[in-house]
């Protein structure tokens, strides 16, 4: 038996002496050669330049070996992975023959797009914590799942993702897609942006890489992990059997010591304005309950940031909503005036602290800050701790729970701090209800998030896009149901909630999913209501028109003096603002499409998709001018930051 196959050699000189011939039934017949101890069923003793023969070898019966690809599948099935979602090519389809006929233990879909399979199953994770595996085929394909991989990877989503590599026995030959000139790797690709990636070079890899990389992918912070798989090794046989996942997953929600939990509570109960911070970790952890329960003990106000978004349901008597220069102004307010904060799983990055410029959204220090963080790298990363703890959110959040009733920790409801953020929340709803019964034409975008918060029901799964679209839903989108609410804060790529949404559906197949997108992220994965319609994935496109790729166009008017270029869609004929007809696009996909340019007319319509179950595209017309409300700060540097258009900058 030879271990593995032997680079260089053997395909070419069994399929000419002279020369190399990539293609072409000799190749094909040397790459299984009759009699080659490598291949599963090696009693074929025909000639090996006929295709059909040397084919039919590959698929012997009663062989103790498993082909590559028989081990993942195995493995997949093992894990009880539901869906594998990906686009075939010619590095991928040795990897789809161990799916043959098993598709009814593993459903199979093509996106039309590799990144819309990748957004997919971020999706599915975020709202399962199951990990979905993610194929494509080597050179582009893998390039085109990166996005959707860094998506997840910068968001503590996961999943697996496997992509094709030129054979063994090809490498740094220039053969397709071979990146022959650095003899480069997807690995290397791939490194920043997975948790760890596999390069696989034999059969046998597999039996310890696949339970290694699943467990992997779910431990502490999670994150996709990737396999650089040379497609011959789907086809290659081994002696091996497909592994059992492992059998003691490693406990990483470990508590911490009793005592400093005791201390972070004694210095949050002996605040004057206490506050808990949620970030995506909670999210992460699916710590809410632990989280409502610490809270109402302790009776200490909640914000979060946008990751942490429906970590508590939106009208949660201690919820404040997010902080952060697009966040809530309660909960903004309270941030920079706290004295102490637990922030749970939360990076501070600049779109929550108004790029860290103190008075905007923080005061740290004076403020003191307790961090727990599942990751020490992220402890301290961006402000001073007065207590920084590893630890897993769920794990922290019940132990401080039970340590804080066994204490009678509490904070009384109805304090002056309750009393003042009670004031902030007034301001805040005085704010914003006038836009929410507006009538204006073109549509402003707060009444629309106004109906659609009426209509949803409580378990509607809302998955933003990445744009001004994304913002509205941070400020004014409602979640009742805790963990229902998706967004990518880290790398924020567009067509993320466009495609994702379909990954809701899967999640959540009897929940209404509903993505908030923009003309401009929309038109980057328009093809997923062909696919919502191939594979009965209703959800709803509620599609913000606003001719422009809005977020960057305001920052041209705001910090450019209004120097707009490449930011509006445009005909450059008429010079008139310009969109496709994308009721006309959702109906030749197969879904259905609607225009609305009044507001009466947005909740009949929105009401209808929800009701109807079948894939429908809601595009809004609304008034491209109006702003944001700025209740912290985002700067461009070197440009000075901004102020906030509702609160201001208070530095303590
Ligand atoms: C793939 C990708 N390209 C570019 C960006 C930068 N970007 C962030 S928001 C945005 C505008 C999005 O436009 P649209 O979807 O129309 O939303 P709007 O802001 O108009 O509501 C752009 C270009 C990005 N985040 N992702
Ligand atoms: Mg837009």
Same mark, same amino acid.
Request: with cysteine; charged share 20%.
């Given at each position: 038996m030879q271990d593995r196959p032997r680079p260089y050699q053997g395909f070419r000189s069994q399929s000419s002496s002279s020369g190399y011939t990539p293609y072409g039934s000799q190749a094909r017949g040397s790459t299984y050669p009759a009699g080659s101890s490598e291949m599963r069923g090696t009693t074929s003793s025909g000639d090996s330049t006929n295709a059909s023969q040397a084919r039919s070898s590959v698929y012997p019966t009663g062989s103790n070996e498993m082909r590559g690809t028989d081990v993942i599948a195995e493995y997949l099935f093992k894990e009880k992975v539901p869906y594998i979602l990906g686009y075939a090519?010619?590095?991928?389809?040795?990897?789809?023959?161990?799916?043959?006929?098993?598709?009814?233990?593993?459903?199979?879909?093509?996106?039309?797009?590799?990144?819309?399979?990748?957004? /997919?199953?971020?999706?599915?994770?975020?709202?399962?914590?199951?990990?979905? @595996?993610?194929?494509?085929? &080597? !050179?582009?394909? *893998?390039?085109? /799942?990166?996005?959707?991989?860094?998506?997840?990877?910068?968001?503590?989503? @996961?999943?697996?993702?496997? &992509? !094709?590599?030129? *054979?063994?026995?090809?490498?740094?030959?220039?053969?397709?897609q071979d990146d022959y000139r650095y003899h480069g790797d997807m690995s290397s690709m791939f490194a920043p942006i997975v948790k760890k990636s596999w390069r696989i070079r034999k059969v046998e890899d597999l039996v310890k890489a696949l339970p290694d990389a699943f467990t992997m992918m779910r431990t502490g912070r999670p994150g996709p992990v990737h396999f650089d798989m040379p497609y011959d090794l789907y086809m290659r046989t081994a002696p091996v059997s497909a592994p059992d996942p492992h059998a003691s997953p490693i406990n990483w929600r470990t508590t911490v010591a009793d005592e400093t939990v005791e201390k972070a509570l004694s210095l949050l109960t002996s605040a004057q304005r206490p506050l808990i911070l949620a970030g995506g970790g909670v999210r992460v952890a699916r710590a809410y309950e632990e989280l409502k329960a610490l809270a109402e003990q302790l009776e200490i106000p909640v914000y979060t940031s946008f990751m942490g978004k429906s970590a508590l349901p939106f009208d949660h008597r201690l919820n404040l909503g997010v902080a952060g220069v697009w966040g809530e102004y309660p909960a903004t307010e309270a941030a920079r005036s706290a004295d102490v904060i637990l922030a749970i799983g939360a990076r501070f990055n600049d779109l929550h602290t108004g790029s860290w410029i103190p008075g905007y959204v923080y005061n740290i220090p004076p403020t003191r800050l307790i961090q727990v963080d599942i990751d020490p790298e992220e402890i301290g990363r961006n402000y001073p701790v007065e207590m920084g703890i590893v630890g897993d959110a769920k794990a922290f959040l019940a132990q401080a729970a039970r340590i804080a009733r066994a204490k009678g920790n509490r904070l009384s409801y109805g304090s002056p701090w309750h009393k003042e953020i009670e004031g902030w929340r007034a301001d805040w709803r005085n704010f914003c209800e006038p836009f929410e019964r507006s009538s204006e034409v073109?549509?402003?975008?707060?009444?629309?998030?106004?109906?659609?918060?009426?209509?949803?029901?409580?378990?509607?799964?809302?998955?933003?896009?990445?744009?001004?679209?994304?913002?509205?839903?941070?400020?004014?989108?409602?979640?009742?149901?805790?963990?229902?609410?998706?967004?990518?804060?880290g790398f924020a790529a567009m067509g993320f909630g466009v495609a994702g949404v379909l990954g809701a559906r899967l999640a959540r197949p009897n929940s209404p999913c509903v993505t908030l997108c923009g003309d401009g992220s929309f038109m980057m994965m328009p093809h997923v209501i062909a696919t919502a319609v191939e594979y009965n994935l209703p959800a709803v496109w509620v599609l913000q028109n606003n001719y422009a790729i809005g977020t960057i166009r305001d920052l041209q008017r705001v910090y450019h003096d209004g120097r707009e270029i490449g930011t509006s869609f445009v005909n450059e004929?008429?010079?008139?603002?310009?969109?496709?007809?994308?009721?006309?696009?959702?109906?030749?996909?197969?879904?259905?499409?609607?225009?609305?340019?009044?507001?009466?007319?947005?909740?009949?319509?929105?009401?209808?998709?929800?009701?109807?179950?079948?894939?429908?595209?809601?595009?809004?017309?609304?008034?491209?001018?109006?702003?944001?409300?700025?209740?912290?700060?985002?700067?461009?540097p070197p440009i000075p930051e901004v102020q906030p258009t509702f609160g201001k900058r208070k530095i303590r």
């Open positions: 090519g010619h590095g991928a389809i040795g990897l789809l023959d161990g799916l043959y006929k098993k598709t009814d233990r593993i459903r199979h879909i093509s996106p039309r797009i590799e990144q819309a399979g990748g957004f /997919m199953a971020d999706v599915y994770y975020r709202l399962t914590g199951q990990p979905l @595996a993610v194929y494509t085929s &080597t !050179g582009p394909g *893998p390039m085109n /799942m990166m996005i959707s991989v860094a998506n997840a990877f910068y968001d503590c989503s @996961a999943f697996f993702v496997i &992509t !094709g590599q030129v *054979p063994t026995t090809q490498f740094n030959t220039g053969a397709l073109p549509i402003e975008p707060r009444r629309m998030m106004a109906d659609m918060n009426k209509i949803s029901p409580p378990d509607t799964v809302m998955v933003d896009d990445v744009g001004n679209c994304q913002v509205w839903s941070e400020q004014y989108w409602k979640p009742q149901t805790p963990g229902l609410h998706i967004t990518a804060g004929s008429t010079g008139k603002l310009w969109n496709p007809d994308f009721p006309k696009m959702a109906e030749a996909m197969g879904g259905r499409g609607i225009r609305i340019e009044h507001p009466d007319q947005f909740g009949d319509a929105y009401r209808e998709a929800i009701r109807a179950n079948v894939p429908t595209l809601i595009e809004v017309v609304i008034n491209r001018d109006t702003s944001m409300p700025v209740v912290g700060t985002w700067q461009m």
